[in-house]
């Protein structure tokens, strides 16, 4: 530095000396970046113009041909890109086609403003093509640290769907409040992410995930981006994704900080085994006519490569919807990206940020309601625990036990705009659109105090994954302490910090590695008698983890509970075109 301080007595070489400087001051809003993709021109964002916004920036090579069903190849050009537009999506199953009734949307008790907010959830506008690997950058750089931190958005939507064309993760407001970066990307669904070929790569859409995230390292220093902060976030199975890399790269993986909402990769019996994957695909190859288990799987690869994406896609559902929550085509074991057995293995020592919401089995209670399919109260309270409570809980200690600092939050906002319907609670998604600032519709006071107060939380994490948490007041994770932070609790801004016990004491009672929900039953709730020791933001004064209970009433048989786990993915209703 000494060096370079030198140079900049001479102010001509100082400009050569740092280039990133003068820029940050001389910048342009949406003035063209040079990229190994070629170089992109930007805009102002649409509601945020002092961000520059690129969309629609390839970071693979098309899939396509000989290149569908095999792992993504970076792309790298010198042609001018627009970045005007998202890029295509990936294909997904087409959903119904038909609206729900006003009468179906009523027995859901889903509200005028949950048919809002699930519209900017869904994917309403989306062009599909195959040629789909591309990622959107916003930035303002004329402002704030010279090198900013960087936040990567992966999608959920079950690995079947999803989309970072989904309104609400436009990423402009979180750049123009945080001074940070957010870069979102897409990657491969369904079977043509996660195919079954018994000989060739499998988890492609997490490889395309991979891919991205280096594009991002490559080239995000040229938006203004800090290339050794780069911190993965995703929601569902985009959550799920995040810590799924975390185990895949745990000796290099280039983020530096890792943020899962609801999903980890302990979570819905995750990863589906060769077996099931291979079932999956031979039953598929099976309707076009590309053979069967006895044929040569390169003749099978061969013939899938032949047919139109849609074709493929309409002989999933009817083969592989029952195999499990997430279909058949999944993350899938390989050894290699995807593990059999995670609780042995050790993530990478990177600081880890992760909850789950408090009613996660709000949103799908209305999407079996729409199919017609109601279920009590203490099922869904066993849903939340074995799908989402106990798998973060399981993936919390992973991460302390691996020596990484630790924070886990469980979000409980109810607000007017979000309240997808009467019964919903904090839903699974909830608080995506509170991070991202893209709740539709008047917010509430307290609604913008806790958004603000949670993204910042984001961001801090983001510039500062070891520290920037304790600096924002939140303790660190530890199971025998207050340490559990509840987000929007009663409505405050701040912490609410109580002894993890108070949720996780009922993890007795389910099996995380299943997805049969058939044995839910009513439980005692053993956390009741929970109470923290101190309710003040930042406080890790011990708490309490009593309880004991364990007499349980068995009335799933008498209720006669039968579930159709086919309900799981893609019920179809179109105001609700994504799930996990
Ligand atoms: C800012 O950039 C413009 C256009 O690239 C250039 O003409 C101008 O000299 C620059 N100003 C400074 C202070 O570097
Ligand atoms: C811009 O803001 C308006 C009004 O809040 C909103 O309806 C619209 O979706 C926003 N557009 C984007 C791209 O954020
Ligand atoms: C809809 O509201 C009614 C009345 O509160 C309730 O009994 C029913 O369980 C709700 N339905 C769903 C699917 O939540
Ligand atoms: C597979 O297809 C071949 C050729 O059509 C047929 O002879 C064979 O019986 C089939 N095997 C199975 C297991 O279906
Ligand atoms: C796998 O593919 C290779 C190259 O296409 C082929 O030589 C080999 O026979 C295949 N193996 C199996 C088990 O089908
Ligand atoms: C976990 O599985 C991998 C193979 O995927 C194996 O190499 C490793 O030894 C296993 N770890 C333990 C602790 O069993
Ligand atoms: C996490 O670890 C603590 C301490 O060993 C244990 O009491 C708790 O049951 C674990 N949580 C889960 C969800 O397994
Ligand atoms: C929190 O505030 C919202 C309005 O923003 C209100 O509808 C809700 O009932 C409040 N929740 C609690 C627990 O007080
Ligand atoms: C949990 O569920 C998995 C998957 O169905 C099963 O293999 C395992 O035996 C179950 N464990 C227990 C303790 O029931
Ligand atoms: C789910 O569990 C029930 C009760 O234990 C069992 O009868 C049923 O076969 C299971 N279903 C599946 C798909 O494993
Ligand atoms: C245990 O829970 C059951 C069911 O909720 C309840 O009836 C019983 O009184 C509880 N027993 C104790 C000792 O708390």
């Known amino acids: 530095m000494k060096s370079f301080s030198f140079f900049c007595l001479a102010a001509a070489s100082c400009a050569f000396a740092n280039d990133l400087e003068p820029r940050a001051a001389n910048w342009t809003v949406g003035q063209t970046v040079a990229t190994s993709s070629g170089p992109v021109s930007g805009h102002p964002a649409t509601n945020d113009s002092e961000v520059s916004e690129y969309l629609g920036i390839p970071f693979g090579q098309a ?30 199953l087409a959903g119904a086609s038909t609206l729900p009734t006003a009468a179906e949307l009523a027995a859901a008790n889903i509200t005028a403003a949950g048919i809002e907010a699930l519209g900017i959830l869904s994917n309403t506008d989306a062009k599909y093509s195959e040629d789909c690997l591309y990622l959107n950058v916003w930035t303002k750089p004329q402002v704030g640290e010279v090198k900013k931190a960087v936040l990567v958005w992966i999608y959920g939507g079950g690995f079947t769907s999803g989309s970072s064309s989904i309104p609400a993760y436009n990423g402009a407001n979180i750049a123009d409040q945080e001074d940070v970066i957010v870069v979102s990307l897409n990657y491969r669904l ?6 079954g070929n018994p000989n060739g790569t499998k988890n492609l859409g997490l490889l395309d995930q991979r891919l991205a995230v280096e594009w991002v390292r490559d080239n995000i220093e040229n938006f203004g981006g800090d290339p050794t902060r780069i911190t993965l ?6 959550g799920a994704s995040v810590d799924a890399y975390s185990y895949a790269w745990a000796s290099d993986p280039i983020a530096a900080g890792f943020i899962s909402e609801s999903g980890t990769i302990f979570s819905w019996g995750l990863p589906n085994s060769q077996a099931t994957a291979l079932k999956g695909w031979n039953a598929v190859a099976g309707i076009l006519g590309c053979g069967n288990s006895s044929s040569d799987s390169s003749a099978i690869l061969a013939c899938m490569r032949q047919q139109t994406w849609i074709v493929i896609l309409e002989a999933v559902p009817a083969t592989s919807r029952t195999a499990s929550i997430l279909g058949g085509f999944g993350p899938t074991v390989d050894d290699t990206v995807i593990f ?21 089995g709000g949103l799908f209670r209305i999407e079996f309601a729409l199919e017609g399919k109601i279920f009590p109260d203490f099922f869904w309270t066993e849903f939340n625990l074995q799908e989402f409570t106990c798998p973060c809980g399981l993936r919390a200690n992973a991460s302390v036990a691996a020596g990484n600092p630790t924070w886990r939050y469980r979000y409980f906002g109810v607000f007017p705009n979000m309240a997808v319907s009467s019964d919903a609670g904090t839903w699974h998604e909830a608080e995506v659109p509170i991070i991202f600032d893209t709740a ?13 107060y949670m993204r910042g939380a984001w961001a801090a994490f983001a510039k500062d994954p070891q520290k920037g948490l304790t600096n924002h007041g939140w303790p660190e994770y530890d199971t025998k302490k207050d340490t559990l932070i509840r987000l929007g609790y009663d409505n405050i801004t701040g912490t609410n910090v109580i002894n993890p016990y108070r949720y996780d004491a009922d993890c007795v009672f389910v099996n995380v590695s299943s997805t049969n929900a058939s044995n839910f039953h009513v439980l005692p709730d053993l956390g ?25 009433t068995k009335k799933s048989a008498a209720l006669g509970i039968k579930i159709d786990i086919g309900g799981w993915v893609g019920l179809g209703a179109v105001v609700v075109a994504y799930m996990l």
């Open 190 to 195: 369904n079977i043509l992410g996660f195919p």
């Open 440 to 452: 539709p519709g008047a917010a509430t006071a307290d609604e913008v105090s806790i958004a603000n």
């Open 528 to 552: 009741a008698s929970v109470t923290p020791t101190a309710t003040s933001s930042g406080s890790s004064a011990s708490g309490t983890a009593t309880g004991g209970n364990t007499s349980t």
């Open 63 to 92: 899939p396509i041909g000989d290149l569908r069903f095999a792992a993504p190849i970076a792309f790298s050009g010198t042609e001018p890109l627009s970045g005007t537009d998202f890029g295509f999506s990936c294909p997904v």
């Open 340 to 360: 059999s057995n995670y609780s042995e293995r050790t993530p990478a020592k990177v600081p880890m940020l992760l909850g789950n919401n408090n009613y996660e």
């Open 233 to 238: 976030f995703g929601q569902s199975a985009g």
